[in-house]
């Protein structure tokens, strides 16, 4: 059976390329949005991923704003654009995944380098550019994967995106469970495990359930990047630790 899941998988990819090439020149942004949208979800059925998604009353994730997670898989891009497309900024070696590398630069992701300050500096510009052009752009703060009940400090450089455009920082928490709310190994993306095998275990595993969480936007007027990061990630912790029940 994984080998149909691999076959049905390379299948989509091949389709999402040539929308890419063919389609997205020709599109606006809200066509390409609704692409990104019905892509993302199909790729997570075919993954055996399901999506359950909790929205405290009274959160607006329908204004511009810089939204901030923690970083689990590959699959985090994905699960969070099933539910409203963003810009993402990611790290470069994402770039050269196979298909899926090109699929998010097509997409709008913006790929950083590790350590390049000058990078950073460039992005930062877009960023604001973006936020201010009514997009939504989003980023992991981490700056790379971690395991599972972990969530490693947070940079803070692009948080200041959000200060100089005058928008709220905007946190989600990913997890990823079994049936019986566990939290899923088969989901974890860190060491040595490569891309190709990430793949293959969650095409075998077929019982994932993401969890996405929207947590209350964080002001950023007079606030400082850091001070930013830190509430991100403290609210992140917090919200991962407590393990709310899914709102479907």
């Not at 992701?109 to 752009?137: K, P, W």
């Not at 980023?139 to 940079?155: D, I, R, S, Y």
């Not at 969890?211 to 609210?235: F, G, S």
Request: charged content about 20%.
């Amino acid at each position: 059976m994984r080998a149909w899941y691999l076959l049905r998988l390379l299948v989509h990819l091949a389709a999402g390329l040539a929308t890419c090439v063919v389609v997205f020149p020709l599109a606006d942004s809200r066509r390409r949005d609704q692409l990104v949208r019905r892509w993302s979800v199909k790729l997570l059925r075919i993954c055996g991923v399901q999506v359950r998604t909790r929205v405290p009353a009274g959160i607006d994730d329908s204004e511009p704003a810089l939204i901030v997670s923690n970083h689990i898989s590959w699959l985090d891009i994905f699960v969070i654009n099933a539910r409203q497309p963003c810009r993402f900024v990611a790290k470069s070696d994402i770039r050269d995944w196979p298909l899926v590398g090109f699929l998010c630069e097509k997409a709008g992701t913006v790929f950083i380098a590790r350590g390049r300050q000058r990078d950073v500096r460039r992005i930062y510009q877009g960023l604001v550019a973006s936020v201010r052009g009514g997009e939504r752009v989003a980023f992991f703060p981490e700056g790379t994967t971690a395991t599972q009940g972990t969530v490693l400090p947070f940079h803070a450089n692009l948080f200041e995106a959000a200060i100089e455009a005058g928008v709220p920082v905007h946190p989600y928490t990913v997890r990823y469970v079994d049936q019986a709310g566990e939290l899923h190994a088969g989901a974890d993306f860190v060491g040595d495990t490569t891309f190709a095998q990430s793949v293959m275990t969650i095409l075998a595993t077929r019982d994932l359930i993401a969890e996405v969480t929207l947590l209350p936007p964080i002001p950023t007027a007079n606030a400082h990047r850091r001070e930013l990061a830190d509430a991100a990630r403290a609210a992140i912790a917090e919200a991962l630790a407590a393990r709310p029940d899914p709102v479907l």
